[in-house]
Nanobody, 117 residues
Framework: QVQLVESGGGLVQPGGSLRLSCAASGSIFNIGSMGWYRQAPGKQRELVAA???????NYADSAKGRFTISRDNAKNTVYLQMNSLKPEDTAVYYC???????????WGQGTQVTVSS
C-alpha cells in the first residue's frame, strides 16, 4: 500500500509564499518522475511542475520564475516552493509520484492553497 501525504497548504496574501511537501510511504520502488498538479473550481487539473529522477525540471508557464520544485530521494519526498503568489494560484494542489516499472501514477489527497487579501 502506497500513500502520499501532502502538507503545507493554506491561506496566504498576494505576494506571499508557501512551501508544499509530499511524502510517499509504503511499498514503493522504482520511483521516476514526481510532480505537482492543481485544479481550480470549474477548471481541469493542470500540471504545475515536475522533476525527473535525475533532477530535470519542467514548469508550466504560469509557474516559471515563481515556483521551484525539488525532491529528496532518500525521503521519497517532493517539494514545491511557491513565491510571489497570485489570486489565480488559488486551487487544490495534488502531488504525483510515478512508479517506472510497471508504470503507475500515485496521487496525493490534495491540499488547498488560497491566495487572498
Amino acid at each position: 500500500q502506497v500513500q502520499l501525504v501532502e502538507s503545507g497548504g493554506g491561506l496566504v496574501q498576494p505576494g506571499g509564499s508557501l512551501r508544499l511537501s509530499c511524502a510517499a510511504s509504503g511499498s514503493i520502488f522504482n520511483i521516476g518522475s514526481m510532480g505537482w498538479y492543481r485544479q481550480a473550481p470549474g477548471k481541469q487539473r493542470e500540471l504545475v511542475a515536475a522533476i525527473s529522477s535525475r533532477g530535470v525540471t519542467n514548469y508550466a508557464d504560469s509557474a516559471k520564475g515563481r515556483f521551484t520544485i525539488s525532491r529528496d530521494n532518500a525521503k521519497n519526498t517532493v517539494y514545491l516552493q511557491m513565491n510571489s503568489l497570485k489570486p489565480e494560484d488559488t486551487a487544490v494542489y495534488y502531488c504525483n509520484v510515478d512508479r517506472v516499472v510497471p508504470w503507475y501514477r500515485y496521487w496525493g489527497q490534495g491540499t488547498q492553497v488560497t491566495v487572498s487579501s
